[in-house]
């Protein structure tokens, strides 16, 4: 491991900018959520705008019987002739009646229900109280007034908060949504490492969500979960700040976070950490070939983006130029800054003309950013990669660290296959 | 509220989109919420656009709300005026900032813009992507379109063709052509293609060529009221649709027809003897309806199948795909809800389905092959290759695309002479597909005495006669079982045996 800067980008000054944001809203956040938790059910209270937003951001229409819908509102919603909250409980029994496998159902706020102020938590309590205990019925906001992408995973696991259920029993909960495979493999390396009592947020099913209370720790496995952190602290609950488990040493540092609360000793770490940590920097190496030496640019996505940055320059060589986010949480992100050596231009929101000026400016080998800009910029002769990969795949701690190299190699290696082709191409219309 | 889980169309202000996507010189200034440029990935993603949508988006958010969201919307005009420099702009609202009622056109028109603005109305709780398209071109004709002196040439304006639409880049070709082997010149292509300078000409034009009413028949409309052009009503889908369609503009312009049918091949691939398995496959069609109509002439007309069921997702449509499917002795299925279309579809029980995306994924479910006759599109709808449906070309293409999914006859009547042979088993499948077999819905469990019906009446199978079933080509057999199963039901014979089989078989021949 290299060693770490006193203070990195920490006291970097910040530029901000007001202007067109080309990014997701919170809503987007349902389409993993739904595969994660799979008993639960997402019922966006909307626009057919959403409708449309959801089935866009899943790609294709995939889903035979998928586990989020949106009650889309219409004329007579808007002018008062309908009763909003009547008409929701209808929705809500035919849906529940059609699907009893569903034990939680999430009534998500959108721009449209945000503006006509109609009341989900209302509706959420009245609900619950006539389901119950079958059904458990919660609600959050995902609109885009109010949330960018990530942060409607955020909105949604602090809805869970309040009402875990209380303990006083020790235990430390992962918080943030990953992909099975990758929560196994955390909680086996926590398990080794003789840490007992792991719980996860959100969990598969609505009957094993975690206990809280003041005897409980919790790390978070995501950045972009400010909310929910506030909310789990309101309950007793206990924060071991980290860096982000990207990479082999953003999973180390994690990893040791967590061992040094939980006592364990420097000998029984490495054992648990020297083989998956070996394989990871071997896995890393190979991506490194390709990236080494090269610059990236980030448009703001979803928050990942400075773990992911650090991750960039201080395992696979490359330099940042600019690092864009949607949210600067100055406190999640204290440890991650201190790592990023200075350099970047770090930015938080967006004037997205004004940014394009400046990445085609930097003519960064690599630019990552989202699918409404990538075919453009590629057009340009720029090499981008698409940000919402990375929340999709699986990229979390020591096995994944070779894959996430590989996602920003990947399509540098293809740009390197392609070059005979260079001159010829013209963008089709 | 109306619950929704899969949509066929997006919401109004992404038909404009599609408009000025299309158009060249032409920006749209939206008044909407950070989250509503996801639109932009349909265009650059599904279609593989090089250039981003012309669309400036406020996103606004909940902050600005008790601040100035009018200002807001005026500096974005403003800023998007001087960057991009176009010749005219549109602007609108989408659903939440119709809800804040910033009027977007007012404020436009107080900003003393050098160039054309021109404001939609598209109610977002009322109506639906194919209106925008319809009314967001109609609003660019109405203001930059003018009367002017008609080209000395005879020629035609191509309506309809926007980004995002099913096959319309190359069918503009295939139409030019058309229209060119008659002596007849385009005059403006629009909305795609066209710059709003091109919009002001294209009263220079004899006709209209309208090739998608669903999103330019308001403007054909129009154009003949103000400008005096008459439109054409037959879309040339299919041989005998463009065969009539060059009639009707032999009719419009008293040009003789003339037609280079050298490139045309599906008459004699229809006609040739491997296409004889094609007689009489049951086909259900859905999509928007311009193609449904044009899918059933094909069909029933060209392919030789039985069309089973029609409908179409776009209610403007309704009324000429119900009388349609009366003619057809059809009831249809009029409805954006997936899961009445999926009803529909199990409950027929077709051959082929002649669909959208949507379809598609309801035939993987069902195991039933599908080929995609219309939006809403996916990114493979965008081939590399030349494509079109239109004109000759797109009855060629047209042919090979529906008979893909099927089973050719000549492997169809292999499978019937190896059917015992192992590697002919069940999930055999077509040979040019591979994998899709899997895809197939399981068959049902057997009991060894005897089988439950498909539905809930009381008839039962006796065991020969299920063996005899299960050596039937698995591809026929749900057929076959249902044939049976009917013929039994409604002659009060309660159980199956292979007598009763064998003369459902001949009660249900086809001849």
């Given at each position: 491991m290299k060693d770490l800067p006193e203070i990195g980008c920490s006291n970097t000054p910040v530029l901000k900018q007001r202007g067109q944001r080309e990014v997701f809203c919170g809503l987007t956040g349902i389409i993993w959520l739904h595969r994660k938790m799979q008993d639960a059910f997402f019922l966006v209270v909307g626009s057919r705008t959403c409708a449309h937003l959801l089935q866009s951001a899943a790609g294709v229409m995939i889903f035979a019987q998928p586990r989020f819908g949106t009650a889309i509102l219409e004329e007579k919603d808007l002018a008062g002739l309908a009763d909003s909250q009547t008409e929701i409980d209808r929705e809500v029994a035919r849906l529940l009646a059609r699907r009893p496998d569903i034990k939680q159902l999430f009534l998500v706020g959108s721009c449209p229900s945000e503006v006509i102020k109609l009341d989900l938590a209302k509706a959420a309590q009245?609900?619950?109280?006539?389901?119950?205990?079958?059904?458990?019925?919660?609600?959050?906001?995902?609109?885009?007034?109010?949330?960018?992408?990530?942060?409607?995973?955020?909105?949604?696991?602090?809805?869970?908060?309040?009402?875990?259920?209380?303990?006083?029993?020790?235990?430390?909960?992962?918080?943030?949504?990953?992909?099975?495979?990758?929560e196994d493999q955390a909680l086996a390396l926590l398990a080794e490492m003789g840490i007992e009592n792991v719980t996860c947020l959100p969990a598969r099913r609505a009957g094993e969500m975690p206990a809280i209370g003041p005897n409980t720790r919790f790390a978070l496995v995501q950045p972009f979960l400010g909310d929910t952190l506030d909310a789990l602290q309101k309950r007793g609950a206990r924060h071991i700040p980290a860096p982000f488990p990207f990479g082999a040493e953003g999973t180390t540092l994690w990893l040791r976070a967590v061992a040094d609360v939980y006592g364990v000793s420097d000998e029984v770490f490495a054992r648990v950490t020297a083989a998956p940590r070996a394989r990871a920097e071997k896995a890393i190496a190979a991506a490194t070939e390709t990236l080494g030496g090269k610059s990236v640019f980030f448009f703001p996505d979803s928050q990942l983006e400075i773990p992911l940055a650090r991750f960039l320059t201080r395992e696979c060589g490359m330099t940042a130029i600019e690092v864009g986010t949607p949210y600067l949480h100055r406190d999640l992100m204290a440890q991650e800054l201190a790592l990023l050596a200075q350099g970047p231009v770090l930015s938080e929101g967006q004037d997205v003309d004004l940014q394009l000026d400046r990445a085609r400016a930097a003519r960064?080998?690599?630019?990552?950013?989202?699918?409404?800009?990538?075919?453009?910029?590629?057009?340009?002769?720029?090499?981008?990669?698409?940000?919402?990969?990375?929340?999709?795949?699986?990229?979390?701690?020591?096995?994944?660290?070779?894959?996430?190299?590989?996602?920003?190699?990947?399509?540098?290696r293809r740009r390197a296959l392609l070059a005979p082709l260079a001159p010829v191409v013209e963008a089709a219309e | 509220m109306k619950l929704s889980l899969w949509t066929y169309?997006?919401?109004?202000?992404?038909?404009?989109?599609?408009?000025?996507?299309?158009?060249?010189?032409?920006?749209?200034?939206?008044?909407?919420?950070?989250?509503?440029?996801?639109?932009?990935?349909?265009?650059?993603?599904?279609?593989?656009?090089?250039?981003?949508?012309?669309?400036?988006?406020?996103?606004?958010?909940?902050?600005?709300?008790?601040?100035?969201?009018?200002?807001?919307?005026?500096?974005?005009?403003?800023?998007?005026?001087?960057?991009?420099?176009?010749?005219?702009?549109?602007?609108?609202?989408?659903?939440?900032?119709?809800?804040?009622?910033?009027?977007?056109?007012?404020?436009?028109?107080?900003?003393?813009?050098?160039?054309?603005?021109?404001?939609?109305?598209?109610?977002?709780?009322?109506?639906?992507?194919?209106?925008?398209?319809?009314?967001?071109?109609?609003?660019?004709?109405?203001?930059?379109?003018?009367?002017?002196?008609?080209?000395?040439?005879?020629?035609?304006?191509?309506?309809?063709?926007?980004?995002?639409?099913?096959?319309?880049?190359?069918?503009?070709?295939?139409?030019?052509?058309?229209?060119?082997?008659?002596?007849?010149?385009?005059?403006?292509?629009?909305?795609?293609?066209?710059?709003?300078?091109?919009?002001?000409?294209?009263?220079?034009?004899?006709?209209?060529?309208?090739?998608?009413?669903?999103?330019?028949?308001?403007?054909?409309?129009?154009?003949?009221?103000?400008?005096?052009?008459?439109?054409?009503?037959?879309?040339?889908?299919?041989?005998?649709?463009?065969?009539?369609?060059?009639?009707?503009?032999?009719?419009?312009?008293?040009?003789?027809?003339?037609?280079?049918?050298?490139?045309?091949?599906?008459?004699?691939?229809?006609?040739?003897?491997?296409?004889?398995?094609?007689?009489?496959?049951?086909?259900?069609?859905?999509?928007?309806?311009?193609?449904?109509?044009?899918?059933?002439?094909?069909?029933?007309?060209?392919?030789?199948?039985?069309?089973?069921?029609?409908?179409?997702?776009?209610?403007?449509?309704?009324?000429?795909?119900?009388?349609?499917?009366?003619?057809?002795?059809?009831?249809?299925?009029?409805?954006?809800?997936?899961?009445?279309?999926?009803?529909?579809?199990?409950?027929?029980?077709?051959?082929?389905?002649?669909?959208?995306?949507?379809?598609?994924?309801?035939?993987?479910?069902?195991?039933?092959?599908?080929?995609?006759?219309?939006?809403?599109?996916?990114?493979?709808?965008?081939?590399?290759?030349?494509?079109?449906?239109?004109?000759?070309?797109?009855?060629?293409?047209?042919?090979?695309?529906?008979?893909?999914?099927?089973?050719?006859?000549?492997?169809?009547?292999?499978?019937?002479?190896?059917?015992?042979?192992?590697?002919?088993?069940?999930?055999?499948?077509?040979?040019?597909?591979?994998?899709?077999?899997?895809?197939?819905?399981p068959e049902p469990e057997t009991l060894v005495q005897a089988m439950p019906n498909a539905d809930d009446s009381n008839i039962i199978w006796l065991a020969p006669a299920e063996k005899e079933l299960k050596k039937i080509p698995f591809f026929v057999r749900g057929k076959a079982r249902r044939n049976t199963e009917a013929y039994a039901s409604e002659r009060g014979i309660a159980a199956i045996s292979v007598e009763t089989l064998y003369e459902a078989k001949a009660h249900y021949a086809r001849g």
């Amino acid at each position: 491991m290299k060693d770490l800067p006193e203070i990195g980008c920490s006291n970097t000054p910040v530029l901000k900018q007001r202007g067109q944001r080309e990014v997701f809203c919170g809503l987007t956040g349902i389409i993993w959520l739904h595969r994660k938790m799979q008993d639960a059910f997402f019922l966006v209270v909307g626009s057919r705008t959403c409708a449309h937003l959801l089935q866009s951001a899943a790609g294709v229409m995939i889903f035979a019987q998928p586990r989020f819908g949106t009650a889309i509102l219409e004329e007579k919603d808007l002018a008062g002739l309908a009763d909003s909250q009547t008409e929701i409980d209808r929705e809500v029994a035919r849906l529940l009646a059609r699907r009893p496998d569903i034990k939680q159902l999430f009534l998500v706020g959108s721009c449209p229900s945000e503006v006509i102020k109609l009341d989900l938590a209302k509706a959420a309590q009245r609900l619950s109280a006539q389901f119950a205990p079958h059904v458990r019925v919660l609600n959050y906001s995902g609109s885009g007034i109010e949330t960018t992408f990530t942060q409607g995973e955020d909105a949604c696991l602090a809805a869970m908060v309040p009402v875990l259920p209380a303990t006083q029993d020790a235990g430390l909960i992962l918080v943030g949504a990953l992909p099975d495979v990758v929560e196994d493999q955390a909680l086996a390396l926590l398990a080794e490492m003789g840490i007992e009592n792991v719980t996860c947020l959100p969990a598969r099913r609505a009957g094993e969500m975690p206990a809280i209370g003041p005897n409980t720790r919790f790390a978070l496995v995501q950045p972009f979960l400010g909310d929910t952190l506030d909310a789990l602290q309101k309950r007793g609950a206990r924060h071991i700040p980290a860096p982000f488990p990207f990479g082999a040493e953003g999973t180390t540092l994690w990893l040791r976070a967590v061992a040094d609360v939980y006592g364990v000793s420097d000998e029984v770490f490495a054992r648990v950490t020297a083989a998956p940590r070996a394989r990871a920097e071997k896995a890393i190496a190979a991506a490194t070939e390709t990236l080494g030496g090269k610059s990236v640019f980030f448009f703001p996505d979803s928050q990942l983006e400075i773990p992911l940055a650090r991750f960039l320059t201080r395992e696979c060589g490359m330099t940042a130029i600019e690092v864009g986010t949607p949210y600067l949480h100055r406190d999640l992100m204290a440890q991650e800054l201190a790592l990023l050596a200075q350099g970047p231009v770090l930015s938080e929101g967006q004037d997205v003309d004004l940014q394009l000026d400046r990445a085609r400016a930097a003519r960064a080998d690599l630019t990552v950013c989202g699918l409404g800009l990538a075919n453009p910029l590629e057009a340009e002769g720029l090499a981008t990669k698409w940000a919402i990969e990375l929340v999709f795949t699986p990229v979390h701690f020591y096995e994944q660290a070779g894959d996430l190299a590989g996602l920003f190699a990947r399509p540098l290696r293809r740009r390197a296959l392609l070059a005979p082709l260079a001159p010829v191409v013209e963008a089709a219309e | 509220m109306k619950l929704s889980l899969w949509t066929y169309e997006g919401p109004p202000h992404v038909g404009a989109m599609r408009v000025a996507t299309a158009m060249k010189g032409l920006h749209y200034v939206l008044h909407a919420p950070q989250g509503d440029t996801y639109a932009d990935l349909l265009f650059t993603m599904i279609e593989r656009r090089d250039h981003r949508p012309p669309v400036s988006y406020t996103t606004f958010q909940a902050r600005d709300l008790g601040a100035d969201t009018a200002t807001l919307f005026k500096t974005t005009a403003q800023d998007a005026v001087a960057r991009f420099a176009p010749q005219a702009i549109i602007v609108g609202a989408s659903c939440t900032a119709e809800l804040i009622q910033d009027d977007p056109g007012g404020l436009a028109a107080t900003l003393g813009l050098n160039i054309p603005v021109i404001p939609l109305d598209l109610p977002s709780y009322q109506r639906k992507e194919g209106f925008g398209t319809d009314e967001t071109f109609l609003q660019i004709v109405r203001h930059l379109a003018k009367p002017c002196a008609l080209s000395e040439a005879m020629t035609a304006n191509l309506i309809g063709p926007t980004a995002l639409g099913f096959r319309h880049r190359d069918d503009i070709s295939e139409v030019t052509r058309l229209l060119s082997d008659m002596g007849i010149g385009v005059n403006v292509v629009a909305p795609m293609g066209a710059t709003p300078s091109d919009i002001t000409r294209m009263g220079a034009a004899h006709f209209n060529v309208l090739m998608y009413p669903e999103h330019a028949e308001s403007a054909a409309r129009w154009m003949q009221q103000n400008l005096g052009q008459p439109y054409t009503k037959c879309v040339p889908i299919g041989v005998g649709a463009t065969r009539d369609f060059l009639a009707e503009v032999a009719g419009i312009t008293g040009l003789p027809v003339r037609a280079d049918t050298s490139r045309l091949r599906l008459p004699w691939w229809t006609r040739s003897v491997d296409s004889t398995y094609l007689t009489g496959k049951r086909v259900f069609v859905f999509g928007d309806g311009t193609h449904v109509a044009a899918a059933v002439r094909i069909a029933r007309e060209e392919m030789g199948f039985t069309v089973a069921g029609i409908g179409c997702y776009n209610r403007e449509m309704a009324r000429p795909i119900r009388v349609l499917a009366q003619s057809l002795g059809l009831e249809a299925v009029i409805s954006d809800d997936y899961l009445d279309v999926e009803e529909a579809i199990a409950a027929l029980q077709p051959e082929l389905i002649l669909g959208t995306q949507m379809e598609r994924h309801i035939g993987k479910r069902l195991g039933i092959p599908c080929a995609v006759i219309s939006a809403p599109v996916h990114v493979q709808d965008f081939p590399a290759r030349y494509a079109p449906q239109m004109g000759w070309e797109g009855a060629n293409v047209i042919f090979d695309t529906w008979v893909h999914p099927l089973v050719m006859g000549l492997e169809d009547h292999l499978l019937h002479m190896f059917r015992d042979d192992f590697e002919f088993h069940d999930a055999a499948g077509a040979s040019h597909h591979g994998g899709q077999h899997s895809e197939r819905a399981p068959e049902p469990e057997t009991l060894v005495q005897a089988m439950p019906n498909a539905d809930d009446s009381n008839i039962i199978w006796l065991a020969p006669a299920e063996k005899e079933l299960k050596k039937i080509p698995f591809f026929v057999r749900g057929k076959a079982r249902r044939n049976t199963e009917a013929y039994a039901s409604e002659r009060g014979i309660a159980a199956i045996s292979v007598e009763t089989l064998y003369e459902a078989k001949a009660h249900y021949a086809r001849g």
